[in-house]
């Protein structure tokens, strides 16, 4: 049986009333509009939809409890030894004359190795990208060999490559450079471990980087130097800047690498972390959590510093375009 279909009279007042009413609330008296099935069915949806995830709240639990573990308190534990020194110990054990050497040495070369990095990761992460040629599977995966390489055999590698009888320093000896066991040796090593940091995080920026705009820029009459200046470089600009703080901050903490070919001469080629095992093998552990924390507190500076350049960029570029 069907049942009658009522029509209303329009010009009846308590028909319209009716009329708003029902469009604006269903039988459990929740507020809907017309053609509220679909906004319900759209709500049970998004209600039923399972999470991968726990909850926002159960996630950042878990975040912040695995942080303090790994990151705060093994960093914390280094102020709370060094607070065990008076102030005036402290500065006499962060400013002796070694330390100071160390400290030049350290940020000096971990800061032109990055530099460096930029430029020559650039270029390298360039040429993957933009060119198709033989072997070229085998230079991309070459670029990851800092990476599975033992800092230590990367040492005693570089060492034996810029030695005076080894094959690259064989070469620069008679030309009066000398790179084994002198601060430039430093560099080397250092600019080795920081170049897949560069590379890896240009790479996929370029990747995305639509050719349509170089050749939109090449019909307006610019240049391919023009091109690259103004609009390659702009977009590429905030990954070179994350790379750079990637490979700076890999080079101050380095190790492995370092002490194979720096020859480890105090006041000449004696890196911090090195200073800071002597000090440990010396039992001297609040001396080594000083310098430790003075290398803490420069390094998170300067990594915020280049965290805000990277940020400023983005909004500049955001703006522009």
Same mark, same amino acid.
């Given at each position: 049986m069907i049942a009658p279909i009522m029509v209303a009279d329009p010009g009846d007042p308590e $028909?319209?009333?009716a009329v708003r009413n029902d469009a604006r609330s269903d039988a459990g008296g929740r507020l809907r509009a017309p053609g509220g099935d679909e906004t319900r069915t759209a709500d049970a949806g998004r209600r039923g939809a399972r999470r991968v995830l726990p909850g926002f709240g159960l996630s950042l639990?878990?975040?912040l409890v695995y942080?303090?573990?790994?990151v705060l308190i093994p960093l914390s534990a280094a102020f709370f030894k060094t607070a065990q020194l008076t102030w005036p110990e402290f500065v006499a054990v962060v400013t002796a004359p070694r330390v100071m050497a160390s400290y030049r040495l350290t940020f000096g070369a971990s800061f032109g190795a990055a530099a460096i990095n930029t430029v020559f990761g650039l270029l390298v $992460?360039?040429?993957l990208v933009r060119y198709r040629f033989p072997g070229r599977a085998l230079v991309d995966a070459l670029v990851d060999?800092?990476?599975a390489l033992p800092t230590a055999v990367a040492g005693i590698a570089l060492a034996g490559l810029f030695? &005076?009888?080894g094959w690259f320093g064989s070469l620069l000896v008679p030309l009066g450079i000398t790179v084994a066991f002198t601060p430039l040796g430093v560099l080397v090593a250092l600019t080795f471990i920081g170049l897949p940091f560069v590379v890896r995080t240009v790479q996929p920026v370029l990747e995305d980087l639509p050719r349509e705009?170089?050749?939109a820029a090449a019909t307006l009459g610019a240049s391919r130097w023009e091109s690259f200046r103004r609009v390659v470089f702009p977009i590429v600009?905030? &990954?070179l800047l994350t790379g750079f703080a990637l490979a700076f901050a890999r080079a101050i903490g380095e190790y492995g690498s370092v002490i194979f070919i720096a020859g480890n001469m105090p006041m000449v080629s004696e890196i911090t972390p090195l200073l800071i095992i002597t000090k440990l093998e010396q039992y001297d552990y609040t001396g080594a959590t000083a310098i430790a924390v003075v290398m803490l507190v420069i390094s998170f500076t300067l990594l915020l510093a280049i965290n805000a350049l990277q940020a400023w960029t983005r909004r500049r570029q955001g703006a522009l375009t």
């Open positions: $028909a319209k009333i639990g878990y975040t942080l303090c573990l790994i $992460a360039w040429v060999l800092p990476f030695s &005076a009888n705009l170089e050749e600009l905030p &990954a």
